[in-house]
């Protein structure tokens, strides 16, 4: 199965998942045009492939999520104003680095945008 992006002004609206066999050329073998051409011709739009695998462009494609052209990737929303975009993966990184914590550890930390920093949450 092939996963193809709806993209509106650089928006993905919607994700679908198409069968293989829509997205063959004339010579049996895989082709992104052919699929997203599939989708046009079904939903109208413009369409790009996607990958749960990471494989194509950078990232999944997520519903609100941003196609950018000049990277050929997915980027999704920037979770706080502070996080940095991390050029080669195309995803959003702390300006501070999440804490290390142990395999047995039952406390996880949350991301504090007013001071910029992870804070401890113990499970309860």
Not at 1 to 21: G, K, R
Not at 46 to 61: E, I, L
Not at 67 to 76: E, L
């Amino acid at each position: 199965m092939a996963h193809f992006a709806q993209i509106e002004n650089n928006l993905v609206t919607q994700v679908i998942v198409v069968d293989n066999s829509n997205i063959l050329d004339a010579q049996g073998i895989e082709s992104e045009v052919v699929g997203a051409q599939f989708c046009t011709d079904l939903l109208g739009g413009t369409w790009v492939q996607t990958s749960y695998n990471d494989n194509m462009r950078k990232n999944y494609a997520g519903v609100g999520s941003t196609y950018d052209v000049t990277r050929d990737a997915f980027i999704s929303l920037q979770p706080y104003p502070s996080w940095v975009l991390v050029e080669d993966t195309c995803q959003w990184e702390a300006p501070v680095p999440y804490p290390e914590v142990t395999e047995d550890s039952t406390d996880f930390y949350i991301w504090d945008e007013d001071t910029t920093s992870w804070v401890l949450k113990g499970t309860e």
